[in-house]
Nanobody, 116 residues
Framework: QVHLAESGGDLVQPGGSLRLSCAAS????????MSWYRQAPGMERELVAG????????TYADFVKGRFTIDRDNLKNEIDLQMNELTPEDTAVYYC?????????WGQGTQVTVSS
């Protein structure tokens, strides 16, 4: 059974940093394209960053380029999202996504709130 568990969400002040993690199990992690999405209240879910199965290629949304870094550890079956220079506009629920064998799977999400 596929399971994705996000952690690391918190309340942080503008300009601060957070590191999100997603622990994966129940599938061949090293074959999956992994990504982070986010959804703010009243907004559509949007892609934040993605990383190919080998870790050699990453994709970022324009609004996070230079501030966020996605990484993966295929031995630990985990992806991370390092978020720096956070702004109130980054406030959202952040979701881990696994894409493999033509299907997508989602975690339950972790709340990130950026506020003074």
């Amino acid at each position: 059974q596929v399971h994705l568990a996000e952690s690391g969400g918190d309340l942080v002040q503008p300009g601060g940093s957070l590191r999100l993690s997603c622990a994966a199990s129940g599938f061949a992690f090293n074959r999956a394209y992994m990504s982070w999405y986010r959804q703010a209240p009243g907004m559509e879910r949007e892609l934040v960053a993605g990383i190919v199965n080998t870790g050699f290629s990453r994709t970022y949304a324009d609004f996070v380029k230079g501030r966020f870094t996605i990484d993966r550890d295929n031995l630990k079956n985990e992806i991370d999202l390092q978020m720096n220079e956070l702004t109130p506009e980054d406030t959202a629920v952040y979701y881990c996504n696994a894409d493999f064998d033509g299907r997508e799977y989602w975690g339950q999400g972790t709340q990130v709130t950026v506020s003074s």
